[in-house]
């Protein structure tokens, strides 16, 4: 069965500071990959995606993932992180085929003024 | 659009009592699911429905039930409701197999 792994639970940065939320999951032939955040007290909203082809993928506030099949990883950063970042982030794969989609434990992005 | 619709927002439960979370969704989506979370354990997938008239069980399904009402409703069900089910209880739909999921903003139940 699919698992990921969320290494980090917690990660305080200091604001403007460069930060990577590190992801692995369990080898599979083909996978999607997924990142999510949730802010406090809210439900849970996409922020981006690996589907299928350029390895590194972005989203529309400055974060990015990349694709590592040998390393079986999809690891989040942000070359400067703002105080609006602070939420917990979560990773999610699903094998193609299979209709489940599993989240890792999440990560608590504290940003330090 | 209102997207995805959880109600309650909030239940207390006594042990033993029994309840229905409900969802809709307004989007089309074919797929819908029921996570719970919990402190340092993510997002654990309870059951999911790949479609209209179907429905499957996922990571930690006992103690629960579900009914796909049809293709906007996913209900969940604790029949006999106990502490262990203490939680925030996401549902969430998504287009096709694979594709992202859209969340609700949750339930927090209780059951002392």
């Known amino acids: 069965a699919q698992s990921v792994t969320q290494l980090d639970s917690q990660v305080p940065v200091f604001e403007e500071a460069p930060v990577e939320l590190r992801c692995n999951y369990s080898s599979s032939v083909s996978v999607y990959l997924f990142w999510y955040v949730q802010y406090p007290n809210q439900g849970l909203q996409l922020l981006l995606k690996y589907l299928s082809g350029s390895t590194l993928v972005e989203s529309i506030n400055g974060f990015e993932a990349e694709f590592n099949k040998s390393q079986t990883s999809f690891h989040l950063r942000k070359p400067s992180v703002h105080i609006s970042d602070t939420a917990e982030y979560f990773c999610a794969v699903s094998d193609q085929g299979d209709d489940k989609i599993i989240f890792g434990k999440g990560t608590r992005l504290h940003i330090l003024p | ?112």
């Open chain 2, 1 to 112: 659009n209102a997207g995805v619709t959880q109600t309650p927002k909030f239940q207390v439960l006594k042990t033993g009592q029994s309840m229905t979370l409900q969802c809709a969704q307004d989007m089309n989506h074919n797929s819908m699911y029921w996570y719970r979370q919990d402190p340092g354990m993510g997002l654990r997938l309870i059951y999911y429905s790949a479609s209209e008239g179907t429905t499957d069980k996922g990571e930690v399904p006992n103690g629960y039930n579900v009914s796909r009402l049809n293709k906007r409703e996913f209900s969940l069900r604790l029949e006999s409701a106990a502490p262990s089910q203490t939680s925030v209880y996401f549902c969430a739909s998504s287009v096709k197999l694979n594709s992202p999921l859209h969340f609700g903003n949750g339930t927090r139940l209780t059951v002392t």
